[in-house]
């Protein structure tokens, strides 16, 4: 009997580990970068919501103190100075006479009541309605 030997012909369809491992750096390169600012996405909209919530918060105050400076209540300005904890929030108004019936009215929004963190500040002048 003959002996015949059969060559066979190798190929390519398969990877080798090389080339995975090489493929895989590459991807870690790319993908790395994107996690990072994932995350730091991620922190930003927490940090615009405290904002944003704080400041609904000092703008819904603004508007109730220019409904008292308009309206027919007969609360005194002495009455602007107060604090209250809202929504989670410390708020703190206070005022100063301007000239003539001009108010200038502040609230500022603090994180709690040890008033470390200044969330929110709005200030406006409004024209005060004295009877």
Known sequence: MKKTLVLFTQEESG????????SIVLLSIIAIPFA????QSSK?????DE???ATYVAQT????LYHVSSSESGEEKGDLRYTKEENDFYIETDYKDLEDNLVQVI???YED???NKLEAQMESIYLWRED
């Open 51 to 53: 904002i944003i919530d």
């Open 107 to 109: 609230v500022k929004v």
């Open 15 to 22: 990877r080798t580990l090389i080339e995975i491992i090489a």
């Open 61 to 64: 105050e603004m508007e109730w």
């Open 36 to 39: 990072g600012m994932f995350v």
């Open 44 to 48: 930003s909209i927490n940090v615009s």
């Open 113 to 115: 009541s040890s008033k």
